[in-house]
T-cell receptor, first 111, second 116 residues
Framework: SQTIHQWPATLVQPVGSPLSLECTVE??????LYWYRQAAGRGLQLLFY??????ISSEVPQNLSASRPQDRQFILSSKKLLLSDSGFYLC??????????FGPGTRLTVL | AQKITQTQPGMFVQEKEAVTLDCTYDTSDQSYGLFWYKQPSSGEMIFLIYQGSYDEQNATEGRYSLNFQKARKSANLVISASQLGDSAMYFC?????????????FGKGTKLSVIP
């Protein structure tokens, strides 16, 4: 069966510090991968998606970037965090393109 | 562009009763998919049910059913025989179906509380 991992689970970072969140998927090949952000009390907003190694599409302009160095690995990064980057970050995968399956999420607080 | 509207910020239901969570959508796409997700306090988004716009029958998954009314552009979630573990946020989402269409558009969610 397929599983998706995200780490760390929680993170507290100062403004201006770098960020690296990692997501890995097991049990499937060539998945579509997604990064979402959820602000407190809100729905999810798609940040990036990838349909293959090295292929990244950005949905919103922001202080973040994404990379896919391996088939089942998706990384979300920032060189300098802003207060507005605080939120709950969720990684997801899909194969058929219909339902997306989400990881446990990373709660990021920027102080 | 797609838009999802969930008009119920919070709902209460007695344990073992059924509850309907409302979702309306707006899209210009001819072919699209509708989804419901559950988000417990732990934060993980759990996929519940899917309905394609071309499906003539309403989707069902165990205690979950989707009341799809295409002409009204509504996709309400019905949970039968509510359990305490159903207390969570519920999100309606949609996505165009077609090559290159990946973005799920989410509503703002409904917080369901099941009362013992």
């Amino acid at each position: 069966s397929q599983t998706i991992h995200q780490w760390p689970a929680t993170l507290v970072q100062p403004v201006g510090s770098p960020l690296s969140l990692e997501c890995t998927v097991e049990g499937t090949s060539n998945p579509n991968l997604y990064w979402y952000r959820q602000a407190a009390g809100r729905g999810l907003q798609l940040l990036f998606y990838s349909v293959g190694i090295g292929q990244i599409s950005s949905e919103v302009p922001q202080n973040l970037s994404a990379s896919r160095p391996q088939d089942r690995q998706f990384i979300l990064s920032s060189k300098k965090l802003l207060l507005s980057d605080s939120g709950f970050y969720l990684c997801a995968w899909s194969v058929t393109g219909n339902e997306q399956f989400f990881g446990p999420g990373t709660r990021l607080t920027v102080l | 562009a797609q838009k999802i509207t969930q008009t119920q910020p919070g709902m209460f239901v007695q344990e073992k009763e059924a509850v309907t969570l409302d979702c309306t959508y707006d899209t210009s796409d001819q072919s699209y998919g509708l989804f419901w997700y559950k988000q417990p306090s732990s934060g993980e988004m759990i996929f519940l049910i899917y309905q394609g716009s071309y499906d003539e029958q309403n989707a069902t998954e165990g205690r979950y059913s989707l009341n799809f009314q295409k002409a009204r552009k509504s996709a309400n979630l019905v949970i039968s025989a509510s359990q305490l573990g159903d207390s969570a946020m519920y999100f309606c989402a949609m996505r165009p179906l077609g090559a290159g269409s990946y973005q799920l558009t989410f509503g703002k969610g409904t917080k369901l509380s099941v009362i013992p």
